[in-house]
């Protein structure tokens, strides 16, 4: 079998057009990416919001060209042959309308499955199995515009596995979600993959604990390019020489982004708490032999350790080293 998904040097710029003052701007949303994604993987990528994730996605989907280098999906030309694509793949974002509110969930499934063609016996076959896997059997007559946030997202799932496609796209699919319907959705994404060995799912995520948990291999983007990509295990263990701290101080009175700023320590994650005057600090260090400057760095800013301890490392840790910066500090730059 071909690759499910292959990539090469595959770009998409932006023009801005020359306004009175400013010139015309170009901007990389996705940089020179190769990629190639096997059957049978759940491939993640992971990135902050304007990293890049969804135009690489939308190009793989045919909804947009690249400019330039090439993309495949099923060995198929995303460009030449998009007809031929459309009918091997299905996407499903998070956070994404839901279709038309009149409608019950099982009147807007089977809308959807006659633009894939399939017939009504066939189509109401499925979309019946599905709702009584995934716990909407007894709310299938229900209006869309009566449905909860987690219940439209999982009839949104529903139409993306109805289909049976060969390669499917979730994009933040988790977005927004409680704790329990998250936890349900990566149920679902397991054993859809389970069924069929033959297909692949890209999921696309900021959430870096969740992709640990389903993915096969993930990469990581910033800026539009693939830094790394590896098993999730195989990226941990490269840096798993680091050190990794957790501390909880008190007294820095406003002075925790400077601790962002130090260049020994990479930051992944900074949480102040006014009320309680504590700032609880996760940073990584070359090795444990740093971490006495690094103490004496926050005492000098007025810190006092309330709490500290040593942690594994992480996918959060490891896209701060590679990344440079957490992805909540690599949205905000890009807003």
Sequence with gaps: MPPAIRTQGLTRLYRKAPRRGVPAQEFRAVDGVDLEIQPGELFGLLGPNGAGKTTLIKILCTLLFPTSGTAEVCGLDVVKDCERVRERINMVSGGEPSGYGLLTIREQLWVFSQLYGLSTAEAMSRIDRMLDQYGLAKDA????????????????????????????????PTLGLDAHIARQTRDFIRAWMAEDRTRALLLTTHYLAEAHELCDRVAIIHQGRIRAC?????????????????????????QSEALRRDPDMKVSRLDADPAAGHTTVRFSLADDAALPGALSRMAALGGRIVNLSKHEVTLEDVFVKIAGQTIADAEKSSE
């Design 141 to 172: 007559g229900t209006k869309i515009n009566r449905l909860s946030t987690g219940m439209r997202q999982k009839m949104n799932l529903i139409r993306g596995f109805m289909t049976a496609p060969s390669v499917l796209f979730l994009d933040e």
């Design 230 to 254: 590896d098993t999730p295990e195989n990226l941990v263990a490269a840096h798993r020489g680091d050190a990794v701290f957790e501390i909880t101080l008190s007294g820095l009175d406003g």
